[in-house]
């Protein structure tokens, strides 16, 4: 876990009372985190679901919006609590908001998304363990009022979101010839024989490790010495 | 510590309220994939999913139409005024255990309740298929699952397996519609008459098309593949006394 990259961003100040409610800074909250602090690519956190729930768009876009969900209510409320809650209990009181609203969360898809709630199984139990999840919440909401924390948190969402789409839509692409289960190749009238590994595991390594590239390559990272 | 106890109360009475709220869907839902499950095990998977696709309703009417149920005992005769719905078979199979023989048998002094559904041929004449729940254990936790035959009790139309903890990818694939296609037209009983069930092999991509008992299994998920093959034993031979009284009347 790069919890160096958590630190670093406790500086961010406390926004003043007067500030617009999309000020440059609280735009940079939401921007930042879709390309150059990207939770999954720069910050790799999150991988486990990443990985894991990739294999079509579908269920993909539902975990997505649970994460949203979750992130953003946990942020909000945490950071409303943040000068209430007892410093010795705070690892408690935040898994415990978390697993609330994962448990909220869960109990809907399984009322609304049948179906898609089966095919997620276990990973939506998982967003508790989520690190992103936990992660903002220490780093940032703890330490800022609720707007600019829900930011925040929105802006993370979008950018664990992103990676997981663009993830989702080549394994589900390549790996069963289809977008959001429409076949694409058939359509075409071009005979497609899916690719096996794109529907494992590996697949979704291999895409990740080839985004990863292409946004260093981009934004000309380098490995410090 | 007034801090802990008051955020146990709010964050418990919310998980309550949520849970208590929604009970009713979630408990619809699950009735659905049962009619669902049941109609894909003898009607195939890709025909109810069409028909789910355009409209639920139609899966309801066409349950509705075609479906009957009962149950026997363990030697076979119908228990009246007891419907299939009522029976969980979850409940059912902690009556059975395994004796020496690794054959299922009823615990002594337990009686065993079995559900049937029939599926009615399309022109509404007699009996097309019978689906069978069946229930065991993978790797992790309990496997279940239903069971289609042809009405000569021995040629598989379908089944469905489902799972409630094995591992994605690998032991979870059971409830991949490719996977369950394995079994279609596949026998339980051998030329003599005698249960062979139909059991996954080790390994996966041999051709067993001419083998009538033998499909491919699940490379990674040998345990959760042995887990089903008794599955399919155990039910087969526990409704083996109610085909035999259907075979000879």
């Known amino acids: 876990m790069s919890t160096e990259a958590l630190q670093q961003e406790e500086v961010v100040e406390e926004v003043k009372k007067s500030e617009p409610l999309f000020s440059k800074k609280n735009r940079k909250l939401v921007t930042n985190p879709l390309d150059i602090d990207n939770p999954i690519t720069v910050q790799v956190l999150g991988i486990c679901s990443a990985l894991a729930v990739t294999i079509k768009l579908e269920p993909t876009i539902v975990m997505c919006m649970a994460v949203f969900f979750v992130m953003t209510l946990s942020s909000t409320i945490i950071s409303m609590l943040r000068h209430s809650i007892p410093n010795r209990i705070r690892i408690i009181v935040q898994l415990a908001v978390v697993a609330s609203l994962v448990a909220i969360v869960d109990q809907i898809l399984q009322a609304y998304a049948y179906d898609v709630s089966k095919q997620l199984s276990v990973f939506v139990g998982l967003i508790i363990t989520n690190c992103i999840v936990m992660g903002r919440l220490e780093a940032f909401a703890l330490g800022n009022k609720p707007w600019p924390s829900f930011l925040d948190a929105a802006g993370n969402a979008f950018g664990y979101a992103a990676i997981l789409i663009i993830v989702a839509f080549f394994r589900e692409l390549l790996g069963s010839g289809s977008i959001f289960n429409f076949k694409v190749f058939a359509a075409m009238g071009v005979d497609y024989v899916g690719n096996g590994v794109m529907t494992n595991t590996a697949g979704a390594c291999l895409i990740l490790g080839l985004l990863i590239w292409a946004q260093r390559a981009r934004n000309g990272y380098y490995e410090e010495e | ?249």
């Open chain 2, 1 to 249: 510590m007034a801090f802990a106890i008051g955020m146990t109360l709010i964050l418990g009475t919310a998980l309550a309220f949520v849970s208590e709220s929604l009970k009713d869907k979630q408990r619809a839902e699950r009735e659905f994939e049962r009619k669902k499950f049941i109609l894909s095990a003898a009607l195939g998977t890709d025909q109810i999913n069409e028909m789910i696709a355009t409209s639920r309703d139609e899966v309801n009417d066409l349950y509705e139409k075609r479906v009957a149920n009962l149950v026997v005992g363990a030697d076979g005769t119908p228990i009246e005024g007891l419907s299939a719905d009522d029976v969980i078979v979850a409940k059912e199979y902690k009556k059975l255990q395994r004796n020496s023989d690794e054959v299922m048998e009823v615990k002594s002094g337990q009686t065993l309740r079995l559900p049937v559904y029939t599926i009615a041929s399309e022109d509404g004449e007699g009996i097309a298929y019978y689906v069978m729940p069946i229930y065991g254990f993978g790797l992790w936790d309990n496997i279940w699952g239903y069971l289609a035959l042809q009405s000569d009790f021995n040629t598989v139309q379908g089944v469905i397996f489902d799972h409630k903890g094995e591992t994605p990818g690998l032991g979870a694939r059971i409830t991949e519609q490719g996977l369950q296609e394995r079994y279609q037209g596949k026998k339980l009983n051998n030329e003599a008459g005698e249960l062979v069930s139909v059991n996954m092999q080790k390994g996966e991509g041999a051709d067993y098309s001419d083998a009538p008992h033998k499909v491919n299994g699940m490379t990674g998920a040998t345990i959760t593949g042995n887990g089903v093959n008794a599955m399919v034993k155990d039910y087969a031979g526990l409704y083996s006394d109610y085909f035999n009284s259907l075979k000879k009347s």
